[in-house]
């Protein structure tokens, strides 16, 4: 049986991952200290400790991702104007970022929108989990990568 004390632990360990909003990498510290220190006092804790950092490792793999996919809009407002290759050689020719492809604007403001909805659903998850682990119930994140098993 799942004690208050077990119960209260594994839903710090999960709300311990908005400490990232104070402390930066906190939502790898919080969790990472709690479970380390709780980790033999029950499987319950065990659980939802691996489940959230799972999870936060998730995250970070999913914002690398996207980030890298939006390397290309960054270039293109930072050499804004410039003349990115000019061919001396040939008159009238050359190569310039000042206006990207209308293509290129759309799928930059669907990957920002789809950062910022995962952000949100990143905070609704952790609550969701923390709630769960208060009631005594063991929570899967969806979309997790298990790392520690």
């Known amino acids: 049986m799942t004690t208050n004390h077990q119960k209260n632990i594994a839903t710090f360990i999960?709300?311990?991952?908005?400490?990232r909003f104070i402390i930066p990498l906190g939502n790898?510290?919080?969790?990472?200290?709690?479970?380390?220190?709780?980790?033999?006092k029950s499987d319950f804790i065990d659980t939802h400790g691996k489940q959230?950092?799972?999870?936060?490792?998730?995250?970070?793999?999913?914002?690398?991702?996207?980030?890298?996919?939006?390397?290309?809009f960054f270039i293109f407002k930072v050499f804004n104007g410039l003349?990115?290759?000019?061919?001396?050689?040939?008159?009238?020719?050359?190569?310039?970022?000042n206006e990207p492809s209308p293509?290129?604007?759309?799928?930059?403001?669907?990957?920002?929108?789809?950062?910022?909805i995962g952000f949100i659903l990143e905070l609704l998850l952790i609550v969701n989990a923390s709630i769960k682990a208060k009631d005594g119930q063991?929570?899967?994140?969806?979309?997790?990568?298990?790392?520690?098993?």
């Open 138 to 149: 063991v929570y899967e994140y969806p979309l997790t990568i298990n790392f520690l098993k």
């Open 83 to 97: 003349d990115f290759i000019d061919f001396h050689g040939l008159h009238d020719f050359h190569i310039n970022v």
């Open 28 to 40: 790898f510290i919080g969790p990472i200290i709690l479970w380390i220190m709780n980790k033999d």
């Open 103 to 116: 293509l290129l604007l759309i799928s930059g403001g669907i990957l920002g929108f789809l950062a910022v």
């Open 52 to 72: 959230a950092i799972n999870f936060q490792m998730s995250i970070l793999l999913y914002t690398i991702v996207i980030g890298t996919l939006t390397i290309p």
């Open 14 to 19: 999960h709300l311990s991952t908005f400490s």
